[in-house]
């Protein structure tokens, strides 16, 4: 792979950087994930793919930094068995972390990634009643 492959497109994606941007833009303009792909021609999964590889530059430009209240909650994603466990900053209104399943796994990743002193920080949490919910009482 040459040094010049990388401006282009990430490697094994199917749309050039400068199109997946514009993907992005069309869908935060539209109401809907479906309604974007319809302006654009391109599938659902397509989107999907685009969201979250642009989700996955984010987090992992993303500092972490001391939250005081988190918000813990569970999203059911594309309306089958499949879940996304999300962490919120709540003061903030940010998304501080973005697990696939849900259960202690989904959030034990989140804890090893803050220091001590960012877990001392945490003074409240938000819970809705799903499993993750369940292991950070307290």
């Not at 005081?68 to 209104?93: A, C, H, P, Q």
Request: aromatic share 10%; net charge positive; glycine share 6%.
């Amino acid at each position: 792979m040459s040094r010049f492959e990388s401006l282009w497109a990430e490697p094994h994606g199917r749309f050039t950087v400068l199109m997946e941007r514009f993907v992005i833009d069309v869908l935060l303009a539209c109401q809907t994930v479906k309604a974007a792909c319809q302006l654009l021609n391109i599938s659902w999964d397509q989107a999907w793919n685009v969201m979250d590889r642009a989700d996955n530059r984010g987090m992992l430009r993303k500092e972490a930094i001391s939250s005081r209240l988190l918000g813990v909650d569970e999203k059911d994603f594309r309306k089958g068995n499949r879940y996304l466990t999300i962490v919120n900053d709540l003061d903030k209104s940010t998304v501080e972390f973005i697990a696939e399943n849900r259960g202690k796994s989904s959030l034990e990743w989140f804890f090893k990634t803050r220091t001590p002193e960012q877990l001392r920080a945490i003074k409240g949490r938000a819970l809705e009643r799903c499993p993750p919910a369940v292991y950070i009482r307290g």
